[in-house]
Each structure stands twice: as structure tokens, then as C-alpha cells.
């Protein structure tokens, strides 16, 4: 018996290819985005870490300054400590003909290498590093193979490079090929050089930025020796650790772009749900056939369990393959998107693992398996009497669905609730919370079913629509799913254009106060985590001394240690903190708190301020200076959008008493006639760029560019809200071919009275408008509410950011429109279907 229904389960997925492939195809694409989604966040990882492991080494601790880097003089007073010791210079490199993409110069001590990088062992790669180039040539450097054939260079040929916006050749001295992928990999985006080249290119001959220290975890005497001969300002770190809190930022990230994933999955769940009970309509007689043989209710159950295992297997299967091929396009997305936000990676191939392949298998057997279990228990329960007729199995228990959906809906609306009251801080709780809300509402479809039919009844002359409504109502059970589908669809198009629309006016509004200069003068592409270039004393000389430049105002930032970790510390000179509507909250009134920060204190960002649990202004922390630990209060924190990491600012006269530092990255000029900003910045002020390479921008360039980053954020969110509208739509016309099968008697009774085909078409597109007109119906407060969760809570317990709602009445028009559309593609194959059959043939079919 067992092999027998074994066959009979291959058999009727072999006779009905359509089906198959509309319910692999259901879980395929729930899975490929699973897939692919962990496949690009898994790509980006990657690079990162092989670029980090390749700078780091076998080092266990670093020595590093505040801001400063570290003189070469503590280098050598180590040195007698400890030989295992080696000096790090790193810089951003970009090469010419490369654009935008920075390379990593790795400055080094080759003969204090060994214990940290393998690059001038023999047995790293397969011939050996010419040392007596690499010391006696100009700007010589060393390449992996694969990035000199990627620069179009070998070993012997010069590359042009900008460091700091300034030029420079640099001398190929030699290639390196290492002996297996992985070391290969580890080269790919890193130059390596003699410190005293790094030195020269930087344009810092004094310091280090880092001193890499080898020593056994338990070797504390050895710690403890380097820690006293230390100076103020500087100090010994786990390396480990800063490559853990740079990993940490991207974590909310990840766990966003995962819930869109399952988003997509719960839309492409509700599809096969739908298939299943489209399936289990055209097979309900052939269930009463077996019955009627003998089957038990527990082996029809079985039968179908069985079959939903192997589509979903089968489905994954597939959602696998997808997934990789679409890993590698959404690579491109999530790693530009994580250079302009944490950090910068060079992603040139999707990597993924067998633990991406499980989990995008599991979740497309479990969804399947759980999608199946309503279908399953209700054909189980047919009698065989009953299944010989296409007669809806349910057709007058409405009234207990709905009170049934209608607590169901209550109770998961209290739960979400509890849920983001009990947790306030947990971004995976808010997840959770929003997928109940999503639930609730699809469990009052049926109610909102039922409210339509009373109001349509109510007008008389509308006979097709009330016709279609009262039919609609009877097959509830079979209804109620797509009609769900696709409002969740509709109120993620809402809620996510809600969000993103949100986010840009709230950007806007903040670019209004924060931009106060008419032209802005950096050096070129500095992003979150790269160390800004510092501009050139000519070219501040030269704008001080400009005769269209009514004033200046500087801004110079660096990396710095605190005692709750790593920042970034902003000193600037910015009139936009005298607006009170650019302070959060703070200990004085807003017009008051930059004469405090004069005084000596300090804001911070929201960012900062929500990941490291400062919950008001008023408290101190702790700044590793030049001069020691100095402890800063708190005056205000303000709000900022350009780093979800977040910044510490201060004025800029307290940075300079306090490091000893004139040097600035960016300068914003105010012109003293503002009108021509344009003209500035392409004729008078190009005469900078023979000082330095230089970004000249007015202000209007760079709040596009501001807008293009942000729009490069969110196109991934933008694509998954359009995938989950068209799975919705293909669930519609499920739903409606499975009515057409069961009342296709009612058709040829329809056909046989007189009804022409036009009329019958009608009949079924109404029944496809007033679905999807439900769904719209429901789709608008949930998709208000889901901007609210989405701006309020979730966005903030992501990234800290505090957003305005902003919602556009005509987005709703827009998904009218859309709902509209969805109706009438949806109807035409149903309809299209039931017109190739004959009068007699449907009357037939119910024999």
C-alpha cells in the first residue's frame, strides 16, 4: 500500500506540470532571495575579513595613538622590550583609471615581517621577493599577480596612483604569485610597500600608524613592560577587537535585509498555500475514489504531506540555483552599499558555504510543508460522498471564519504589542512585532470579505458585483489566502515607499540646516571607514587669501579611543548647530550649547548615543588625547544622518589645544556672492587642483550626491517590494482558476440560459476586482502602520536614527492603480480558460 501511494503521488505531480511548476516556482522564489540575500552579505563579510587579515597578520595586539598615529621613537624603545615587534603605515591608494575605488597601501619593515605576514617567506609564494628593488627603488611596491594583471601592469613597469590628492608613480618592483587561492585572495585589493615609501606617500615621516606586537596570551609581563613605556595618548589593544566592533555595525544591516528576505518568503508561502488548495480542488474526486478504496484519512494526509516535501525540495532545489545566480548581481548592491556606510569591500565573486545551501533548503521545506497542512486536513476530512462533486467543500461556514480569524487577529495584534513594550531595544522583537501585525491584518480579510458583500447588497442596480461578492464570501476558505497574499504585497509597497520617502524628506530637511557653505573643497572619495586625507597648507593659503570668499569654515576628523571604544571624532567650525531644531536633547537651551562646546565639552551623535546607551545629555565619557584619558561632558546630542556608526563632535580651537593639530580635511567656503557657487568651482578654484587633487563641489552637488548614496541604500528594498507584488498577483490567478474549476457547472448553467461569453468574463473579472479591491481596502492601514513600525521603532533600533513620518496621498492612489492592474492581468487566463469549454461539456464535468 505504501508503494502504491508512493506512485500515485509521483503520478499526479507528472499529469499536472502546470501545477508543479507553479508551486516550485512559489518556493523557489522565496528561497532564491534567502539565498542570494546570504550569499552577498556572506561576499562582503569575506572581503573584509581577507583584507583586515591582511593587514593584521599573526599580530595578537596592536599599539596605536588617538587620532596621531604613533611616533617611531616609542617603535625603538619597544624594540629593546621585544623583538617580536613590526611598524604598520596604511593609506587609501587610488589607482588612476580605476575611479572611485580605493586600494589599501600596506607600508612595512621587511625584515621585521616574518612573525606577522608571510609575503617575503619563499614558502609563500612560488618565486621569491626581489628586497634589494623593493629598498633601492623609488616608490617600489609589491603586487599579487592577480591584481597586476587586473592594473594592466608587471613586474619592472610603473603605476599611477593618487595618495592624499596627490600624484605619484609608483615602480612595480615585483610580483607575487602565492602557492595556493586562499593567500592569493588575501593580496587582492592590498599594494605592498617599504614603510619609508608608505612614509613618503603619506606625507608622514614621523609617525606610525600602528605598531603590530606578537606575544602569548598569557605573557603578561611582557604587556605590562610595553604598557610603561608608553606615552600619553597611546596604548595597546587586542586586535581582535577592532575587527569585532567594525563587524558589529553591520549586523542591524544584515538583519534587515534578512526580514526582507523572509518577507518575500512569507508572500511566496501564501502562493503555495493557494496552489495547494487549487490543487486539492481538482483532485478532490479522486480523493473520494481513494476513499472509497479504502484509504484511510491519516493516508490521504500522508499522501499529501508526501507531496508537498518533494515540491518543496524540489522548489528549493531550485530557489538554490536562483540564488547563487542572483547573488552575484545583489553582491554588487549590498557590497557598495556597505562601503558607503561601515567599510570599504572589493567583492569581485560571490562566495557562499553548504550552511547557505541548508538553510535555504530548510526554509523552503518547512514553508512548504507548513503551507500544505490547512489543504491537507481538509480534503483528510472529506467523506467520499462528498468528494465526488466540484461543489465547494465550504460554502455557508463564513460566519464562523470570520469570528474565528476575527480572535485570531486580536490576539496576535496584543501579542505584537507585549512583544515591542517587553523589548524595547531588541531589533529582532520589532521584526517579530511587524510579521504579527502583517498576520493580524490578513486575519481580518475575511471580515472586510463580508463588510464589502453587506455594502454591495445594499445597492441594487450593482447585480454582477453582489453576484460576484456572495460568491466570493461562500468560498472563503479558498479566497481569504490570496486575497492576503496580495495585500501584504500592496501594504509592503506602501510601507516600504512610506519608509524610504520618509527617510528622504527627513535627509533633505537635515541637509537644509547642516550645509551652510556654498562651495565645499575635500580631497577626494573619503568614506566611513577610511582615514580622511588632510588638505594642503597651499591650498587653505590660497582660499584665505581669495578675493570671492567672504569666509572659511574647517572641519577635521579622526579616528579616536574612548572608554566605551573606537570613534570618530568631528572638530569643526558650523554656524547649523546654533539652530535649536538640530539638537535631540541637551543640558542647556539649543541656542546655548555651542558657547558649551566652546567651553570645553562635547555632543555626539544619535547613532553614537543609541549604540553606546547614552540615554541623555549630561553625561561624561572618557577621550584618549596626546596629553592622557580626558574626560568630556556631554552637552548635547544632536541629530546626524551621515553615519549610522555615529561622531563626536567638538569645536575645532578646543581639537587643536587639545592634539596639537592644525592639519583639516574639508573646508566649506562661503562666497561672497553665493549666485555664482557654480562658476567658482569650475574656473577660479581650479587653479587648487595643481596643489592637490581635489573635490570641488557647490552645494547643490553635494546634496545629489548625498541622494544617489541613498538611493544605491535602498535599491535592494525597492526590488524586493516589486518581486512580492508580482508573487501576490500570480496567487490571485490561482485562486481564481481554482473558483473557476469548482463552479464551472454554474458557468455552463450560466452559458445554457443565455449568458454570453463576454458576460461570463465579466463575472470572473469582477470576482478578480472585488478580491483585489479587498485586499487594497485592508492593505492602507496596514501599510501605515507598518511606515510607523518601519520610521519609529525599527529604523531606530537598527541605526538610531530619529525619522519624520512622511506618507504622500497619492502613494495610495498609486496602489489603487496597481490593484487595479493586478485584477484585470489576473482574470484573463481564468477567464480565457473557462470560454475554450462548451455548455454541455461544463455540465458534464460535475456528472
Given at each position: 500500500m505504501n508503494s502504491l501511494l508512493g506512485?500515485?503521488?509521483?503520478?499526479?505531480?507528472?499529469?499536472?506540470?502546470?501545477?508543479?511548476?507553479?508551486?516550485?516556482?512559489?518556493?523557489?522564489?522565496?528561497?532564491?532571495?534567502?539565498?542570494?540575500?546570504?550569499?552577498?552579505?556572506?561576499?562582503?563579510?569575506?572581503?573584509?575579513?581577507?583584507?583586515?587579515?591582511?593587514?593584521?597578520?599573526?599580530?595578537?595586539?596592536?599599539?596605536?595613538?588617538?587620532?596621531?598615529?604613533?611616533?617611531?621613537?616609542?617603535?625603538?624603545?619597544?624594540?629593546?622590550?621585544?623583538?617580536?615587534?613590526?611598524?604598520?603605515?596604511?593609506?587609501?591608494?587610488?589607482?588612476?583609471?580605476?575611479?572611485?575605488?580605493?586600494?589599501?597601501?600596506?607600508?612595512?619593515?621587511?625584515?621585521?615581517?616574518?612573525?606577522?605576514?608571510?609575503?617575503?617567506?619563499?614558502?609563500?609564494?612560488?618565486?621569491?621577493?626581489?628586497?634589494?628593488?623593493?629598498?633601492?627603488?623609488?616608490?617600489?611596491?609589491?603586487?599579487?599577480?592577480?591584481?597586476?594583471?587586473?592594473?594592466?601592469?608587471?613586474?619592472?613597469?610603473?603605476?599611477?596612483?593618487?595618495?592624499?590628492?596627490?600624484?605619484?608613480?609608483?615602480?612595480?618592483?615585483?610580483?607575487?604569485?602565492?602557492?595556493?587561492?586562499?593567500?592569493?585572495?588575501?593580496?587582492?585589493?592590498?599594494?605592498?610597500?617599504?614603510?619609508?615609501?608608505?612614509?613618503?606617500?603619506?606625507?608622514?615621516?614621523?609617525?606610525?600608524?600602528?605598531?603590530?606586537?606578537?606575544?602569548?596570551?598569557?605573557?603578561?609581563?611582557?604587556?605590562?613592560?610595553?604598557?610603561?613605556?608608553?606615552?600619553?595618548?597611546?596604548?595597546?589593544?587586542?586586535?581582535?577587537?577592532?575587527?569585532?566592533?567594525?563587524?558589529?555595525?553591520?549586523?542591524?544591516?544584515?538583519t534587515n535585509l534578512f526580514a526582507l528576505s523572509l518577507l518575500a518568503l512569507l508572500v511566496g508561502l501564501f502562493l503555495v498555500w493557494s496552489a495547494m488548495s487549487f490543487s486539492v480542488i481538482r483532485r478532490k474526486s479522486e480523493f473520494s475514489l481513494l476513499r472509497c478504496m479504502g484509504l484511510t484519512s491519516k493516508q490521504i494526509f500522508l499522501m499529501i504531506a508526501f507531496q508537498a516535501l518533494l515540491v518543496g525540495l524540489g522548489g528549493a532545489l531550485v530557489g538554490v540555483l536562483f540564488g547563487a545566480f542572483m547573488g552575484k548581481f545583489l553582491v554588487l548592491s549590498v557590497s557598495q552599499t556597505m562601503s558607503d556606510l561601515f567599510f570599504v569591500t572589493h567583492v569581485r565573486q560571490a562566495s557562499w558555504t553548504f550552511a547557505t545551501v541548508l538553510k535555504g533548503i530548510t526554509f523552503g521545506v518547512l514553508g512548504s510543508l507548513l503551507a500544505m497542512l490547512l489543504p491537507a486536513l481538509e480534503v483528510a476530512r472529506i467523506r467520499p460522498r462528498e468528494g465526488l462533486s466540484l461543489k465547494t467543500i465550504e460554502v455557508t461556514q463564513y460566519g464562523r471564519i470570520i469570528s474565528k480569524c476575527l480572535l485570531v487577529s486580536v490576539f496576535v495584534l496584543l501579542l505584537s504589542a507585549g512583544l515591542l513594550i517587553g523589548q524595547p531595544k531588541s531589533l529582532m522583537a520589532s521584526l517579530v512585532a511587524a510579521l504579527g501585525v502583517i498576520l493580524a491584518f490578513s486575519a481580518i480579510i475575511p471580515l472586510a470579505a463580508w463588510i464589502v458583500v453587506r455594502m454591495l447588497s445594499c445597492i441594487k442596480k450593482l447585480t454582477v458585483l453582489e453576484f460576484a461578492a456572495w460568491r466570493l464570501l461562500h468560498a472563503l476558505p479558498r479566497t481569504a489566502i490570496p486575497m492576503a497574499a496580495l495585500m501584504v504585497s500592496l501594504a509592503t509597497v506602501i510601507g516600504i515607499t512610506g519608509m524610504v520617502e520618509s527617510f528622504r524628506e527627513t535627509v533633505v530637511s537635515w541637509l537644509d540646516q547642516r550645509l551652510v557653505g556654498d562651495v565645499y573643497i575635500t580631497v577626494p572619495n573619503q568614506g566611513p571607514s577610511r582615514a580622511p586625507a588632510v588638505l594642503d597648507e597651499k591650498v587653505i593659503a590660497f582660499l584665505k587669501s581669495s578675493s570671492e570668499v567672504s569666509r572659511l569654515e574647517y572641519l577635521r576628523s579622526i579616528s579616536v579611543e574612548t572608554n566605551l571604544g573606537p570613534s570618530q571624532l568631528v572638530a569643526f567650525e558650523n554656524n547649523s548647530f546654533k539652530n535649536p531644531k538640530a539638537f535631540l536633547q541637551s543640558i542647556v537651551p539649543p541656542k546655548e550649547v555651542w558657547k558649551k562646546v566652546l567651553g570645553g565639552d562635547i555632543m555626539i551623535s544619535e547613532p553614537l548615543a543609541f549604540r553606546w546607551g547614552i540615554k541623555k545629555a549630561g553625561e561624561a565619557i572618557d577621550l584618549l588625547t596626546p596629553k592622557g584619558w580626558r574626560s568630556f561632558k556631554i552637552a548635547a546630542i544632536y541629530y546626524d544622518y551621515a553615519s549610522s556608526q555615529g561622531v563626536i563632535g567638538m569645536s575645532l580651537s578646543n581639537y587643536q589645544e587639545l592634539f596639537s593639530d592644525m592639519r583639516v580635511n574639508a573646508v566649506a567656503a562661503i562666497l561672497k556672492n553665493s549666485t555664482r557657487s557654480s562658476d567658482i568651482s569650475t574656473n577660479s578654484l581650479e587653479r587648487l587642483k595643481s596643489i592637490q587633487v581635489l573635490d570641488i563641489k557647490p552645494n547643490r552637488d553635494i546634496r545629489s550626491e548625498v541622494m544617489e548614496i541613498f538611493s544605491r541604500t535602498f535599491s535592494i528594498t525597492q526590488s524586493l517590494k516589486w518581486l512580492a507584488v508580482f508573487v501576490a498577483f500570480v496567487g490571485i490567478m490561482s485562486s481564481l482558476l481554482s473558483q473557476t474549476i469548482e463552479n464551472i457547472r454554474e458557468y455552463g448553467l450560466l452559458r445554457a440560459i443565455g449568458f454570453r461569453r463576454g458576460e461570463i468574463s465579466l463575472q470572473i473579472f469582477c470576482e478578480s476586482l472585488l478580491m483585489s479591491l479587498i485586499a487594497w481596502v485592508v492593505s492602507v492601514p496596514l501599510g501605515v502602520m507598518l511606515t510607523y513600525i518601519m520610521v519609529y521603532i525599527i529604523n531606530y533600533r537598527a541605526f538610531g536614527w530619529t525619522l519624520q513620518m512622511h506618507l504622500d496621498k497619492t502613494l495610495f492612489l498609486h496602489t489603487l492603480l496597481l490593484t487595479i492592474l493586478a485584477a484585470t492581468l489576473s482574470s484573463i487566463y481564468p477567464s480565457w480558460k473557462t470560454l475554450q469549454l462548451r455548455p454541455m461539456e461544463m455540465l458534464k464535468l460535475d456528472q
Open positions: 506512485r500515485l503521488c509521483f503520478k499526479s505531480l507528472r499529469y499536472q506540470p502546470k501545477l508543479l511548476i507553479l508551486l516550485m516556482t512559489s518556493i523557489a522564489i522565496g528561497v532564491s532571495l534567502i539565498v542570494g540575500m546570504d550569499i552577498a552579505i556572506q561576499s562582503s563579510n569575506l572581503a573584509f575579513e581577507r583584507t583586515t587579515s591582511s593587514l593584521t597578520g599573526k599580530a595578537t595586539h596592536q599599539i596605536i595613538g588617538s587620532g596621531q598615529g604613533v611616533s617611531d621613537q616609542v617603535y625603538f624603545e619597544i624594540r629593546k622590550i621585544t623583538q617580536n615587534i613590526a611598524p604598520v603605515m596604511k593609506e587609501d591608494v587610488y589607482v588612476v583609471g580605476f575611479g572611485k575605488i580605493p586600494f589599501k597601501l600596506l607600508g612595512v619593515d621587511p625584515f621585521a615581517e616574518a612573525p606577522f605576514r608571510d609575503y617575503f617567506d619563499s614558502q609563500y609564494a612560488k618565486e621569491s621577493i626581489s628586497i634589494e628593488a623593493l629598498l633601492t627603488r623609488k616608490n617600489a611596491v609589491v603586487l599579487s599577480n592577480t591584481l597586476a594583471n587586473r592594473f594592466g601592469v608587471r613586474q619592472g613597469s610603473s603605476l599611477s596612483v593618487v595618495v592624499g590628492g596627490r600624484p605619484f608613480q609608483l615602480f612595480v618592483a615585483s610580483t607575487i604569485e602565492p602557492r595556493d587561492k586562499i593567500n592569493d585572495r588575501f593580496l587582492q585589493d592590498v599594494i605592498v610597500a617599504d614603510i619609508s615609501v608608505a612614509k613618503e606617500l603619506s606625507n608622514r615621516f614621523d609617525t606610525l600608524d600602528q605598531i603590530d606586537v606578537l606575544v602569548d596570551r598569557d605573557d603578561q609581563e611582557t604587556l605590562d613592560k610595553i604598557q610603561n613605556v608608553l606615552p600619553k595618548g597611546v596604548q595597546v589593544v587586542l586586535s581582535a577587537n577592532r575587527t569585532r566592533t567594525i563587524r558589529e555595525m553591520t549586523k542591524a544591516f544584515e
